[in-house]
């Protein structure tokens, strides 16, 4: 079993800096040995002025990473017990653990999952190979996953970082499929399917539409607690109450009588 320094190997070529875990034979799973190895060289990374960019991948083409190495755990392999990459990876950009201010790619040859999972989603980027298949297991083994808690943020920060620094175009199909773009229509269409959700939006309760705007933009980073106390707030009006203008029984009647079928 490869241990030391090679347990993460490192090149350069150029501006380029590439850095591959080098545990082939564990599914390249996360040591603490090479959490410790991770932090050196995201450290050297940012430091070294001559470097631009960084590839982060794992050896060989079954794994990228399989995440914590928990066979070492019951091997009694470990230095300093519980997994600590989390938290020896240092952290320059608030919210998502992102090792370095400079661009990074994921190039992703195989299984990533758990903890491979998150070394993948600390770069700015990720190329996968077809074959490669992700996922987080970790409650299977009654184990956290506490990063994953970023999770539904990461593919709209990858497609940004690959539009503002790449400076890349994407076709209207992959704006469609990131969920950017609502629907795709033919060349010339556009402008008639705006019209046409414009018009059926006028079918539609306006007070409602504006408060469950408010609540879409405002409510992204409100805890349970506040999402109700918002909630109550922006739709005071409903159900109905007196001296309040806001007709609250027009959309009932609607429902009820098959008004609104759409």
């Given amino acids: 079993m490869i241990t030391g320094r090679d347990v993460l190997l490192t090149e350069r070529r150029g501006p380029i800096y590439i850095m591959t875990i080098n545990r082939e034979e564990r599914r390249n799973?996360?040591?603490?040995?090479?959490?410790?190895?991770?932090?050196?060289?995201?450290?050297?990374?940012?430091?070294?002025?001559?470097?631009?960019?960084?590839?982060?991948?794992?050896?060989g083409d079954v794994a990228f990473s399989a995440?914590?190495?928990?066979?070492?755990?019951?091997?009694?392999?470990?230095?300093?017990?519980?997994?600590?990459?989390?938290?020896?990876?240092?952290?320059?950009?608030?919210?998502?653990?992102?090792?370095?201010?400079?661009?990074?790619?994921?190039?992703?040859?195989?299984?990533?999952?758990?903890?491979?999972?998150?070394?993948?989603?600390?770069?700015?980027?990720?190329?996968?190979?077809?074959?490669?298949?992700?996922?987080?297991?970790?409650?299977?083994?009654?184990?956290?996953?506490?990063?994953?808690?970023?999770l539904e943020y990461v593919t709209t920060i990858g497609v940004a970082c690959e539009m503002l620094m790449w400076g890349r175009r994407i076709s209207a199909q992959r704006a469609y499929e990131i969920g950017f773009v609502n629907k795709v229509v033919p060349k010339g269409k556009a402008m008639d399917e705006a019209m046409?959700?414009?018009?059926?939006?006028?079918?539609?309760?306006?007070?409602?539409?504006?408060?469950?705007?408010?609540?879409?933009?405002?409510g992204r980073n409100m805890s349970v607690s506040e999402l109700d106390a918002l909630g109550s707030d922006l739709f005071y009006w409903y159900p109905a109450k007196p001296g309040v203008t806001i007709d609250a029984t027009e959309g009932p009647r609607q429902f009820m009588s098959g008004r609104r079928g759409k």
């Fill in 67 to 150: 995440g914590h190495d928990m066979k070492e755990d019951v091997e009694g392999d470990v230095r300093g017990g519980a997994f600590r990459s989390h938290r020896r990876v240092p952290r320059r950009r608030p919210g998502f653990g992102v090792p370095t201010r400079k661009p990074t790619i994921a190039a992703i040859n195989g299984y990533c999952l758990a903890g491979g999972w998150e070394l993948a989603m600390r770069c700015d980027v990720r190329l996968s190979s077809e074959h490669a298949e992700f996922g987080l297991p970790e409650v299977n083994w009654n184990l956290p996953a506490g990063f994953a808690a970023h």
């Fill in 29 to 59: 799973a996360i040591s603490d040995e090479l959490a410790d190895r991770m932090a050196e060289e995201w450290e050297t990374f940012e430091e070294d002025d001559s470097l631009s960019v960084a590839i982060f991948t794992g050896a």
């Fill in 196 to 218: 046409e959700w414009a018009e059926y939006m006028c079918t539609l309760g306006l007070p409602s539409v504006m408060a469950h705007k408010e609540m879409i933009y405002r």
